[in-house]
Every structure is written in structure tokens, then in C-alpha cells.
């Protein structure tokens, strides 16, 4: 192998039940699952995207809602199946993406595991490494940002650390492209090797413990024989050893489990009494003293380490005074960028839907219930949502490219300062930037949050980001009171939901989930020159999952809304009463429009605005298609419509509102998956309780300051 042209590198695009068409040289004959496995910020997106030409499908993984993210390659007569695991830092099963990670290689017993290496940071990388290789994994090694270690001043003998650690080791630049072919022909190579020596005992830990190791794998083997063959006994036998839950959890569910479990422990009482240290420790001790010993032997120093770019940067960006004013101009500029530069592609869309396809149908000759149908439910609702997707698709845009920069993690780090005076997690900010894009994803993200209080409070105040469905109803209120500096009043209602999330888990760590909160320990990665492949499949990715809503949930709210304004309480009453403002009072709409306008008097808002908030339930972005119809106008139109049924205090209390009240169903579903009904009822009443309560003093203050 080895030759081969760059054709052959050949991917599909399925769904998840597997149907699609295959594209490839010869007739596909073996298919081999390769799992790519890293610590975070290795380049393993960048690899992944590359192997599988950018082209994957998603999934989740069984039993959890973590997404599954796979792809495929081909090379010549062979298929390989590529897998992208959750980055993580070790394998003893701790958070959730640990679980699956452990999970998938013991078993899906995948044919290979790539084991990305950051060579800029390889001591930290090589412990996962080495608990791959004791778990009896098949591994090639991708040793990457070869450059980068380079400029840290120091080569690494590839050959001498493939010898160590007795399996593959391909040295590449994943972002400059360098080291594919290499790669590939070692997963070739590899797996049609019939059964790879695997140094499972790569780590000797000492006369005493090893002496345990071997007791304990005879037992496992003696009495618990179907276990062995699943997992490595050797490994087992470790964890053991460390009280790994999950593993003490399956042997506890074994006929002499339970006796197997006792006997380990007596073995470990006394291990510590000798060794005078606590197992697991002594056990993650020993395999870092592996590492250096490793490292010994293959790192071969050119010069003395300098101050390099990242250092000069990330002096100032996560500097304790200037950290914080620097993100907040950095996102600053990112909302700039998103709006400035999607002004004359939204425009376009907004003529084409408002001027173009609406008057087209409207002035067809289809019947008036059909003629209502398309131009006032799909033209009307789908338009005056896909008018903001150039704003959406740049804010992604310019997310990935910071994601890529290496910025991201340094925003994280800072806020991190903060939040942990305040007895704060500093893992929970990963979900909160997570959910200015989506809160789904974001409410799933804190499943790598060890401590489960911790865990709930990230849950609990993630709904309180401004995800980008909101986005929509913030551009057309602050476009029609602030057009002056809409992008500021925009940025605030960010801020506002970042100031309210962290004042409630303030609130909940204190008064609810009482207990001191767990460390944080973030591995900055060196600042990349983005890759634009990469950043291109990220921001369609994202700019997908908005499409997928605003064709599906968003259409069937805005044809809710419809059907409800065209009957009421006396029955039919026609597409006439989205026209007719006394007709619409006597619909449904009407009717439930009026009740919550009781509710809403004190702000000020009409019963159109109170109803689209009530639709705003199925999904944020529906909000404007509802008042779109219910006003009787086209997006383009809404503005100046909506001027004269807000004040600039009002509108601003309505975008309070809309940040803060009850979260989508989406982000329900997912609050009720990760901590049940009981919890998704309590986001469901405090939230709708805080938005009330904040848009009362943002009116209240208004009237205090004379503003209009």
C-alpha cells in the first residue's frame, strides 16, 4: 500500500440508518472501524474532517444524548469507518465522555484506535496513550503539531517512541496537511495485521502491586471467565484496584462478584498500609513515571525553551485586569462582523420572500384558504426566519474561527477567575459558551461536570443564553427602536443573560445545592492559524441543525398560529382575519391573546405580542414569524409596524423577556433527559418568574428615568 492517488481517498454521506450511495475505485470488500481518540485540542476535528473528505453523519450514542459523529474512507479494496470519540484526558470513567470512549473500545471492539498526540504537549498526551495501550487497544499513533514542537525547542525520536510504546508512530502538521498518506497506510497496514502484539503490561508498577495485579487476574479469570474475555484481565485487575465504579458496578452484577469485590478490597487495605499511599494515586504516579521514562529516551532538546507568540498573546488576553475588557471586545467585533457584513444578503432574501413570492401567490388565482396557506404560513413564516440565517451563518462563522484560533479556551479561562469567586465551577462555562450557539448541545455538554450539583446548577442556568434562536427578535426590535447601535443593545441582552445565569447558580450554590464546588484544570492550546476547511464544516454544521428548525418546528408553529387565527370559539372563520384585526380578535389567537394581555398589562404589550411569546414555546425563532402574521405584514414590514405598538423601554423589556422565559421544547426535552421531569418543571416556573420580574423593572425603571 501506499500508492495510491488522491481519488481514492473516497467518503460518504449517509443518514443514520445507513442508506446512501457509495462512491469508490473497485468493489468495496473489507470494512474496518477506526475510532479517533485525543485529549481536547489535539487536532483530532481537523484529522477527522480530513479522512473523511468533511462529510459525516450524526447520531447519539447508546443510552446517552452525546452525539456520535462518523465518517468514512476508502482506500482501494478497503472501507474504513471512522469514528469521532469525545475528547478526553484518561480513561477511569469519571465524567461521561470517558464512559463512552471506554465503552466503544471494549465494546464495539473496534478494529483500530487513532490516538491523536499533541508533540507540543506530549507528557499530558502520553497518559492516555499508555491507558489505551493497558486496556489492550490496537492503536496507531498520530503524532501531531510536529511544528509546534519544533518551536518549543525540541525534536522527538519517532522511531525510538514507536519501539517504546510497541505500536505505529506517524509524525504529522494535520493542518498544513503533512502526514495523511503515512497515516493511512499505517491503518492499512495495521489492520490486516492478524493479531498486533499489544504491551498491555507497559507499566511496571512495583514488586507489591504487581504482585496484587496477578491475584486479582486470577480470580477474574477463575471465577468470573466470560468478563476476561471480554476485557484485557490485566486491566481489570488495575481498576480494580483503583475502585473504578463501573467496573466494580459490572462484576458486582456476577455470580461471586460480590466476593470478588471483598477480596480486592483486603488486598488494597493492605497495599496501602505498606505503600503508605492512596492506590489510584500511586497507580496514575507510576504511569506518568512511565511517560518521563519514555520521554527520556525519545525527546532530544535543541535549545533553550523561548518565549514564543502564544506567551506574548496570552499575556494580555488572560491577563487578570485586561482579560476581560479584551473578550468582551472580541465579541464585540464578532457581532459587528455577523451583522455589518449579512446586511445585503438579508435584504435580498427579505425582497425575494416579501415583494417577490408573496405577492406572486397572493395575486395567483388559487383558492383564498390555499392562497392564505402558502403566502401567510410558509412564505411569511419561513421567510421572516431565513431572512436572519446571513446573521446566524457569520456569527457561526466567526465562533469557529475563534473555536480554531485557540481562543475560545482562553475566553473559558477567564470568565473561570471570576466564577470561581463567586464558588463557582469553572467546567460550567464550557456550556455556557456552548449555548450562545444552541442550548441543547450546551445542556448535554455539562455531562463532563464530575460533581453532580455542580452538574444541575450548569444545567439549571444554561436556558439563560442567549442561544441564536433568539437573535432573530432582538435584530427586529432593536432594528426598529435602536437602528443607531443595534449591535450594542444586542450585545447586551448577552451580557444580561451571562449576569442572570450567574446570579442564579450564585443563588443555588448557596442556598439549594449547598457543598463546595470541584476544581478546574483547562489545557490552553497554542494558537493555530485556522484551517478554512475545518471552520467551513463547523459553521454548515451549525447553520444545518437552524435550517433543520426553521423547515420543521418553526413551520409547524407559524401553522399553529395560522390555524388558530383562522377559527374560533363560533368556528371557521377564514383567512380574512389575518387582514381584519376585529376578525382576528374573535379567533383563538384573539381569544388567548386578550388573556395573557391581562397578564402583560404593565409592560405595555399589546395581545399580538403577549400571543407570539406564548408560540415563542415551541421554538424562540417562531416568535417573529407569529408576529409577522398576527401584525399582517412581511418581515420587511414588521419593523415599522411593531414601531408603533412598542416604545424603545418596552421593546427593550420584550427582548428581556424573550432571553429569559420559559426555553424552547428542545431544550426541555433535554433539561427532562439529564435530570428528569422534576427539574425541567423548576427551569419551566423560574424562569417564566425572573423574565417577568426583570421586564417589570426594565419598565419600571424606564418610567422612574423619564425615557419613552
Known amino acids: 500500500m501506499g500508492k495510491y492517488s488522491s481519488s481514492t481517498l473516497v467518503c460518504r454521506l449517509e443518514d443514520i440508518s445507513g442508506r446512501g450511495k457509495t462512491i469508490s475505485i473497485g468493489e468495496v470488500e473489507v470494512v474496518k472501524k477506526v475510532g479517533l481518540v485525543g485529549n481536547p485540542n489535539v487536532g483530532k476535528s481537523v484529522i477527522f474532517n480530513e479522512l473523511t473528505g468533511g462529510r459525516a453523519w450524526v447520531g447519539n450514542w447508546p443510552g446517552v444524548t452525546v452525539e456520535k459523529k462518523v465518517g468514512r474512507l476508502v482506500v482501494s479494496d478497503m472501507r474504513f469507518e471512522i469514528i469521532d470519540l469525545p475528547g478526553i484526558y484518561g480513561l477511569t470513567a469519571y465524567s461521561i465522555d470517558e464512559m463512552i470512549a471506554r465503552n466503544f473500545i471494549v465494546n464495539e471492539k473496534p478494529d483500530l484506535i487513532v490516538n491523536i498526540v499533541n508533540a507540543a504537549n506530549i507528557e499530558r498526551n502520553l497518559y492516555l496513550t499508555i491507558s489505551l495501550l493497558e486496556m489492550g487497544a490496537n492503536i496507531v499513533v498520530a503524532l501531531n503539531m510536529m511544528d509546534l514542537a519544533e518551536e518549543e525547542g525540541y525534536s522527538i525520536d519517532v522511531g525510538k517512541l514507536s519501539e517504546e510504546l510497541g505500536v505505529p508512530v506517524v509524525p504529522m502538521v494535520a493542518i498544513k496537511k503533512l502526514g495523511f498518506r503515512e497515516l493511512i497506510d499505517e491503518l492499512v497496514k495495521r489492520s490486516l495485521e492478524k493479531r498486533p502484539h499489544i504491551k498491555v503490561d507497559i507499566v511496571d508498577y512495583g514488586p507489591l502491586l504487581e504482585e496484587k495485579i496477578r491475584d486479582v487476574e486470577k480470580l477474574v479469570s477463575s471465577y468470573l471467565p466470560e468478563l476476561a474475555s471480554i476485557y484485557v484481565p490485566r486491566w481489570i485487575a488495575i481498576k480494580l484496584l483503583e475502585r473504578d465504579p463501573e467496573i466494580e458496578k459490572k462484576i458486582a452484577g456476577q455470580s461471586n462478584g460480590l466476593k470478588i469485590i471483598r477480596e480486592v478490597n483486603k488486598m488494597r487495605q493492605g497495599l496501602q498500609e505498606e505503600l503508605g499511599v492512596d492506590i489510584e494515586e500511586y497507580i496514575i504516579e507510576k504511569r506518568y513515571a512511565k511517560v518521563s521514562e519514555i520521554l527520556r529516551k525519545v525527546l532530544v532538546k535543541k535549545r533553550a525553551l523561548r518565549t514564543t507568540l502564544t506567551d506574548l498573546v496570552d499575556f494580555i488576553v488572560t491577563h487578570r485586569i485586561f482579560g476581560i475588557p479584551v473578550m468582551l471586545t472580541i465579541f464585540y467585533m464578532m457581532f459587528q462582523f455577523a451583522f455589518t457584513v449579512a446586511t445585503p444578503l438579508s435584504d435580498l432574501i427579505d425582497f425575494f420572500f416579501s415583494n417577490i413570492l408573496y405577492t406572486t401567490v397572493q395575486n395567483s388565482v388559487l383558492p383564498g384558504i390555499l392562497k392564505s396557506l402558502i403566502a401567510d404560513v410558509i412564505i411569511t413564516g419561513i421567510g421572516s426566519i431565513l431572512v436572519f440565517l446571513p446573521n446566524i451563518a457569520f456569527l457561526f462563522l466567526a465562533l469557529a474561527v475563534l473555536e480554531d484560533v485557540g481562543y475560545m479556551s482562553r475566553a473559558a479561562f477567564v470568565v473561570d477567575k471570576l466564577m470561581h469567586k463567586l464558588g463557582l ?43 441564536s434562536a433568539r437573535l432573530p427578535v432582538y435584530l427586529i426590535l432593536a432594528g426598529a427602536f435602536f437602528a443607531g447601535y443595534a449591535s450594542s443593545i444586542v450585545l447586551t441582552m448577552y451580557i444580561l443573560g451571562v449576569v442572570l445565569a450567574v446570579g442564579v447558580a ?54 399553529l398560529t395560522w390555524a388558530l387565527s383562522v377559527y374560533g370559539p363560533n368556528g371557521y372563520i377564514g383567512p380574512e382575519s389575518l387582514e381584519n384585526p376585529r376578525l382576528m380578535e374573535k379567533s383563538w389567537v384573539g381569544v388567548l391573546g386578550h388573556a395573557l394581555e391581562k ?33 399582517g405584514v412581511g418581515e420587511g414590514e414588521l419593523p415599522r409596524v411593531i414601531s408603533t405598538a412598542f416604545t424603545p423601554t418596552t421593546a427593550y423589556a420584550y427582548m428581556a423577556f424573550v432571553l429569559i422565559y420559559v426555553p424552547c421544547l428542545a431544550t426541555m426535552a433535554a433539561i427532562r433527559g439529564e435530570l428528569g421531569l422534576k427539574y425541567a418543571i423548576i427551569t419551566l416556573i423560574y424562569e417564566i418568574t425572573l423574565a417577568y420580574l426583570v421586564a417589570l423593572t426594565i419598565v419600571g425603571l424606564g418610567h422612574i428615568m423619564g425615557l419613552p
Open 506 to 559: 450564585v443563588f443555588l450554590r448557596k442556598l439549594v445545592f449547598k457543598a463546595p464546588s470541584s476544581g478546574f484544570i483547562m489545557e490552553l492550546p497554542p494558537y493555530m492559524v485556522p484551517m478554512m476547511s475545518n471552520i467551513g464544516v463547523k459553521t454548515w454544521e451549525r447553520t444545518k441543525k437552524f435550517l433543520f428548525k426553521a423547515g420543521t418546528v418553526i413551520l409547524l408553529g407559524v401553522l
Open 425 to 467: 465551577t469553572g467546567k460550567a462555562i464550557i456550556p455556557m459558551i456552548i449555548g450562545f450557539g444552541c442550548n441543547v448541545p450546551a445542556v448535554m455538554a455539562t455531562r463532563t461536570i464530575e460533581d453532580e450539583n455542580d452538574r444541575k446548577t450548569a444545567v439549571l442556568i444554561n436556558p439563560l443564553m442567549s442561544c
Open 599 to 631: 397578564v402583560f398589562w404593565p409592560m405595555g404589550w399589546d395581545w399580538r405580542a403577549a400571543a407570539a411569546l406564548f408560540f415563542g414555546f415551541i421554538a424562540k425563532e417562531v416568535v417573529v414569524g407569529t408576529m409577522a402574521m398576527l401584525y
